[in-house]
């Protein structure tokens, strides 16, 4: 779709004016919460902000972390776009890593630009497998995937936490209990590209995977199709296309996705699989996503500032004393307000056009950015 | 002094005007008629009346006093009843039950039999007979009509309004419910008539008030008009053809044989029972029977999206019983569907992205996977062009586009195929004369150029003005062909109600 500059500007900051009052009033609410524990939110914010952005090594702890959140977010957009619910990021995440550990800790020597890739395509095996197997479920059985999702995270969290104690555990640490795995060879660790900081080239990787996100759904037929699907799948039957084929791509695609930022984690920042080791990255994606309006633009900002929460609540937590569960507040809020809109989006659209009877909650997200 | 005045009302939704200054004034005792094309705002007048919406300006007076209209409750408590298109009843409970239905006087404990004897009495005085102690599912339309408008008189209306009520009824069905009209009429009740028929305006209404683009245009009183060129001209705004000119076919090859085709839904009831006939191209096949007696299924087991039990379906020679939807649209088959958010179009995307929805494999749309965007749009604007498609941008949202509009990028998508097989399903339901006339001209111009058409509708004089022979349906099952020579609306309204017809 070519549009003019102009056209693509309004459009975008028309898609940011609900967020943004989402952000500022999760901001505000949860400063009256530390006012009336006793703190004083101007300075906490100043401090998370400063945490976040205040010099090159913050910026590159905030990219840091935004960089898990950006794959969790189009594992979960994705498939989101055409008519299913992926919560099953943190599966996909985890299957994705111990797969790609199992390349990671091996072939020590082989050239790095040869390794990384292979490691990448175990990730991405493990978590494109693990996605599928949810949609298979689906619809097979009539599974309802936002069950099977959730519940299949908790398989893969256990599967892990058998893993590092037992098949994969460290041969070097043997003898104590420590459950954690052999570390990854140096020829997967990611390069840094800022220097004086922790940032690594897997934010190069996330920003190709939201370049991916949208090229494939914008620009390709089978993009096309899947779109098509998820906005109205009786529409897409009545054109020949196959409702189930594109779901199960669709969950592929996420599952590897998915995967691909769990070893990105093991490549950087994380060098050994340990339990739990993506903590809330899954579903925090989820919720980068829905602030984003799953939009490609829209997850890479919305990403950055759940990446700049949890970089800056560190220095918020030292400096001003406030809990860093502050910031779950905060995120929590969001999330609420995001949610909510929706919720008024579907209202207000009954109430003035009774014509279109046929809106369902599915039809959630926005037009692309 | 009138019974219901409506003082300059006005009603805006954010920036666009619903209804300007409208003054509507309705005597006791006639058949009001409210006129007026899809989106004159007919529907948000009577909403106004009824408490869905509040109005922005005006008031309405009531038996000569003021009043304010809080919402449906409060309307049923001053006396207004209200008759939607779509029937607001629960199938699986009883008629007296569906009657007292959220009534104030309800008591912990219902005393249906006492509401019943009352019910009984009341009908037997309108002449309708209904057993009060059966389930609305077992009840046909028409009846299903008279309990909603019972419902209504049991709550005491003395003004009832009417949502285009005549739309699921087979022509029988619409005289009983105009002689059941005028009896209350006589009883003294207040009817308001909502339509865009102007046969039945002719045939029932004391007087009529048009509406256009949220405007009065004039009330009048129906003796005062001559015939209903006259009304449609006062509806649009300008002189219309309100016939379709339709040369007789030349028909060629068969393109469509449908062989003992039957299909049983998921409940286990026989949707479609030994169905046979044959279409060539250039011809026009209508189809017509009361809604949802076969026709939906019958479409479906043609385009491959229901798997027929048995029979067969050939579709230009080639055998495309129970085949995969993109194999029956790749023999040169276009279907118009029957509705057209459900199934022929996407809200949320762009005309353009609509436009392909049927081509976004082919050469012309893409290249290895990937959209020619360029190319798409360009074609996309031709085609707003040719089929008169009015938009902003191809890149509009299309379900910002009017209905009509829609529609006419839904049939411009299909006839641009240049399809060997056009289905088409109630290809202009819903939409105003202008669009309506409009789809069916190239409807007919399709068949001129060689295409044969299978034409589903509810709407009689549209299978008489456009169809070749007229195949009729009641509850799955052919009740007949008859050629258009020999067909009158009286005939296929037997038919349509179940009396089987030989061919003459």
């Given at each position: 779709m070519t549009k003019t500059w102009q056209e693509r500007l309004r459009a975008g900051l028309k898609g940011l004016y609900f967020p943004v009052a989402a952000i500022l009033a999760a901001v505000v609410l949860s400063s009256i919460v530390m006012a009336i524990l006793g703190f004083d939110p101007l300075y906490a914010y100043q401090c998370l902000l400063k945490g976040a952005f205040g010099n090159t090594n913050s910026i590159g702890e905030t990219l840091v972390k935004t960089t898990p959140l950006i794959f969790a977010a189009v594992a979960f957009a994705l498939p989101m776009r055409c008519g299913i619910f992926n919560l099953g990021a943190t599966g996909q995440l985890y299957i994705g890593a111990i797969l790609g550990s199992l390349v990671g800790v091996?072939?020590?020597?082989?050239p790095a630009v040869l390794h990384i890739p292979l490691m990448l395509l175990a990730g991405f095996a493990g978590g494109a497998l693990y996605g599928v197997f949810a949609g298979w479920l689906r619809h097979r059985f009539g599974a309802n995937e936002l069950i099977s999702t959730i519940m299949l995270n908790h398989v893969a969290i256990q599967l892990l936490a058998y893993c590092v104690a037992g098949?994969?555990?460290?041969p070097a640490t043997a003898?104590?209990?420590?459950p954690q795995s052999a570390q990854m060879v140096a020829s997967v660790k990611l390069p840094v590209i800022?220097?004086?900081?922790?940032?690594?080239a897997g934010l190069i990787l996330a920003v190709l995977c939201l370049v991916f996100y949208y090229v494939f759904l914008w620009k390709t037929t089978r993009g096309y199709e899947m779109r098509v699907v998820g906005l109205n799948p009786g529409a897409g039957e009545y054109a020949g296309m196959s409702v189930r084929k594109n779901q199960l791509l669709a969950m592929l695609l996420a599952g590897g996705i998915a995967g691909i930022g769990g070893c990105v984690e093991l490549m950087s920042v994380q060098s050994r699989l340990i339990?739990?080791?993506?903590?809330?990255i899954g579903f925090d994606g989820v919720a980068v996503a829905l602030l984003g309006g799953n939009s490609p633009v829209g997850i890479a900002l919305a990403g950055i500032l759940f990446g700049a929460l949890s970089a800056g609540a560190g220095r918020m937590q030292m400096?001003?004393?406030?809990?860093?569960a502050t910031v779950y507040i905060t995120q929590g809020l969001i999330i609420l307000f995001v949610v909510g809109r929706e919720l008024f989006r579907i209202r207000s659209r009954r109430k003035n056009k009774?014509?279109?009877?046929?809106?369902?909650?599915?039809?959630?997200e926005k037009e692309a950015v | 002094m009138a019974f219901l005045e409506m003082k300059h009302v006005s009603k805006y939704f954010g920036s666009v005007a619903?209804?300007?200054?409208v003054n509507l004034s309705v005597e006791k005792g006639e058949i009001h008629a409210l006129l007026?094309?899809?989106?004159?705002?007919k529907s948000t007048l009577m909403n106004i009346l009824y408490g869905m919406y509040a109005h922005s300006e005006g008031e309405i007076w009531l038996n000569g006093q003021p009043v304010r209209i809080k919402d449906p409750k409060d309307a049923i408590a001053k006396g207004i009843g209200m008759v939607h298109q779509?029937?607001?009843?629960?199938?699986?409970?009883?008629v007296i039950e569906n009657v007292v239905?959220?009534?104030?006087?309800?008591?912990?404990?219902?005393?249906l039999k006492a509401a019943a004897r009352e019910f009984s009495q009341m009908a037997e005085r309108f002449g309708m007979e209904l057993d009060?102690?059966?389930?609305?599912?077992?009840?046909s339309v028409g009846a299903q009509q008279r309990v909603e408008i019972l419902k209504a008189l049991y709550r005491k209306a003395s003004l009832l309004i009417l949502d285009?009520?005549?739309?699921?009824?087979?022509p029988q069905e619409v005289k009983g419910l105009f002689h059941m009209l005028r009896q209350l009429t006589a009883e003294g009740l207040t009817i308001i008539f909502i339509t865009h028929k102007l046969n039945e305006i002719m045939e029932v209404c004391d007087r009529c008030t048009i509406l256009r683009l949220g405007r009065v245009v004039r009330t009048t009183a129906?003796?005062?008009?001559?015939d209903k060129q006259e009304l449609a001209a006062l509806m649009v705004g300008s002189q219309v053809e309100l016939l379709t000119q339709k040369p007789p076919a030349h028909p060629g090859d068969e393109v469509l044989r449908v062989e003992d085709l039957s299909y049983v839904d998921k409940r286990g009831i026989?949707?479609?029972?030994q169905m046979s006939f044959s279409l060539r191209g250039g011809e026009i096949l209508g189809v017509c029977g009361v809604?949802?007696?076969g026709q939906s299924e019958l479409v479906r087991c043609i385009t491959g999206l229901l798997k027929p039990a048995s029979g067969s379906v050939r579709v230009c020679g080639a055998?495309?019983?129970?085949?995969d939807p993109r194999m029956i649209l790749g023999q040169g088959v276009s279907h118009i569907p029957e509705d057209r958010h459900k199934m022929?179009?996407?809200?949320?995307?762009?005309v353009n992205e609509n436009l392909i929805l049927?081509?976004?494999?082919?050469p012309e749309c893409q290249k290895r996977g990937f959209l020619k965007w360029k190319d798409i749009r360009a074609h996309s604007q031709a085609l707003c062009e040719q089929y008169n498609?009015?938009?902003?941008?191809?890149?509009?949202?299309?379900?910002?586009?009017?209905g009509g509009n829609q529609q006419k990028m839904v049939v411009g998508r299909e006839l641009d195929r240049r399809p060997r097989l056009l289905i088409a399903m109630?290809?202009?339901?819903?939409?105003d004369i202008g669009a309506t006339k409009y789809i069916q001209r190239q409807i007919v111009a399709a068949s001129q150029a060689g295409a044969g058409v299978l034409l589903v509708s509810t709407e009689l004089d549209e299978i008489l003005e456009l169809s070749d022979r007229i195949l009729v349906v009641f509850e799955g099952r052919m009740m007949g062909i008859l050629d258009r020579s020999e067909a009158t609306a009286e005939r296929l309204g037997l038919m349509m109600a179940g009396a089987r017809q030989s061919a003459g």
């Amino acid at each position: 779709m070519t549009k003019t500059w102009q056209e693509r500007l309004r459009a975008g900051l028309k898609g940011l004016y609900f967020p943004v009052a989402a952000i500022l009033a999760a901001v505000v609410l949860s400063s009256i919460v530390m006012a009336i524990l006793g703190f004083d939110p101007l300075y906490a914010y100043q401090c998370l902000l400063k945490g976040a952005f205040g010099n090159t090594n913050s910026i590159g702890e905030t990219l840091v972390k935004t960089t898990p959140l950006i794959f969790a977010a189009v594992a979960f957009a994705l498939p989101m776009r055409c008519g299913i619910f992926n919560l099953g990021a943190t599966g996909q995440l985890y299957i994705g890593a111990i797969l790609g550990s199992l390349v990671g800790v091996r072939f020590a020597g082989m050239p790095a630009v040869l390794h990384i890739p292979l490691m990448l395509l175990a990730g991405f095996a493990g978590g494109a497998l693990y996605g599928v197997f949810a949609g298979w479920l689906r619809h097979r059985f009539g599974a309802n995937e936002l069950i099977s999702t959730i519940m299949l995270n908790h398989v893969a969290i256990q599967l892990l936490a058998y893993c590092v104690a037992g098949p994969l555990k460290d041969p070097a640490t043997a003898a104590t209990s420590t459950p954690q795995s052999a570390q990854m060879v140096a020829s997967v660790k990611l390069p840094v590209i800022l220097p004086g900081t922790r940032l690594h080239a897997g934010l190069i990787l996330a920003v190709l995977c939201l370049v991916f996100y949208y090229v494939f759904l914008w620009k390709t037929t089978r993009g096309y199709e899947m779109r098509v699907v998820g906005l109205n799948p009786g529409a897409g039957e009545y054109a020949g296309m196959s409702v189930r084929k594109n779901q199960l791509l669709a969950m592929l695609l996420a599952g590897g996705i998915a995967g691909i930022g769990g070893c990105v984690e093991l490549m950087s920042v994380q060098s050994r699989l340990i339990q739990q080791f993506a903590g809330n990255i899954g579903f925090d994606g989820v919720a980068v996503a829905l602030l984003g309006g799953n939009s490609p633009v829209g997850i890479a900002l919305a990403g950055i500032l759940f990446g700049a929460l949890s970089a800056g609540a560190g220095r918020m937590q030292m400096l001003a004393k406030v809990p860093n569960a502050t910031v779950y507040i905060t995120q929590g809020l969001i999330i609420l307000f995001v949610v909510g809109r929706e919720l008024f989006r579907i209202r207000s659209r009954r109430k003035n056009k009774p014509s279109s009877r046929t809106a369902g909650p599915r039809s959630m997200e926005k037009e692309a950015v | 002094m009138a019974f219901l005045e409506m003082k300059h009302v006005s009603k805006y939704f954010g920036s666009v005007a619903a209804n300007v200054d409208v003054n509507l004034s309705v005597e006791k005792g006639e058949i009001h008629a409210l006129l007026g094309e899809n989106g004159a705002g007919k529907s948000t007048l009577m909403n106004i009346l009824y408490g869905m919406y509040a109005h922005s300006e005006g008031e309405i007076w009531l038996n000569g006093q003021p009043v304010r209209i809080k919402d449906p409750k409060d309307a049923i408590a001053k006396g207004i009843g209200m008759v939607h298109q779509h029937f607001m009843l629960i199938p699986a409970l009883s008629v007296i039950e569906n009657v007292v239905l959220g009534l104030k006087e309800n008591k912990a404990v219902l005393d249906l039999k006492a509401a019943a004897r009352e019910f009984s009495q009341m009908a037997e005085r309108f002449g309708m007979e209904l057993d009060p102690w059966a389930k609305v599912e077992t009840l046909s339309v028409g009846a299903q009509q008279r309990v909603e408008i019972l419902k209504a008189l049991y709550r005491k209306a003395s003004l009832l309004i009417l949502d285009e009520p005549t739309a699921v009824l087979t022509p029988q069905e619409v005289k009983g419910l105009f002689h059941m009209l005028r009896q209350l009429t006589a009883e003294g009740l207040t009817i308001i008539f909502i339509t865009h028929k102007l046969n039945e305006i002719m045939e029932v209404c004391d007087r009529c008030t048009i509406l256009r683009l949220g405007r009065v245009v004039r009330t009048t009183a129906i003796s005062d008009i001559q015939d209903k060129q006259e009304l449609a001209a006062l509806m649009v705004g300008s002189q219309v053809e309100l016939l379709t000119q339709k040369p007789p076919a030349h028909p060629g090859d068969e393109v469509l044989r449908v062989e003992d085709l039957s299909y049983v839904d998921k409940r286990g009831i026989r949707a479609l029972d030994q169905m046979s006939f044959s279409l060539r191209g250039g011809e026009i096949l209508g189809v017509c029977g009361v809604d949802g007696n076969g026709q939906s299924e019958l479409v479906r087991c043609i385009t491959g999206l229901l798997k027929p039990a048995s029979g067969s379906v050939r579709v230009c020679g080639a055998d495309c019983t129970g085949a995969d939807p993109r194999m029956i649209l790749g023999q040169g088959v276009s279907h118009i569907p029957e509705d057209r958010h459900k199934m022929g179009m996407i809200r949320e995307m762009t005309v353009n992205e609509n436009l392909i929805l049927m081509s976004y494999r082919t050469p012309e749309c893409q290249k290895r996977g990937f959209l020619k965007w360029k190319d798409i749009r360009a074609h996309s604007q031709a085609l707003c062009e040719q089929y008169n498609i009015k938009t902003p941008s191809v890149l509009e949202r299309s379900g910002n586009l009017s209905g009509g509009n829609q529609q006419k990028m839904v049939v411009g998508r299909e006839l641009d195929r240049r399809p060997r097989l056009l289905i088409a399903m109630h290809p202009d339901r819903g939409l105003d004369i202008g669009a309506t006339k409009y789809i069916q001209r190239q409807i007919v111009a399709a068949s001129q150029a060689g295409a044969g058409v299978l034409l589903v509708s509810t709407e009689l004089d549209e299978i008489l003005e456009l169809s070749d022979r007229i195949l009729v349906v009641f509850e799955g099952r052919m009740m007949g062909i008859l050629d258009r020579s020999e067909a009158t609306a009286e005939r296929l309204g037997l038919m349509m109600a179940g009396a089987r017809q030989s061919a003459g």
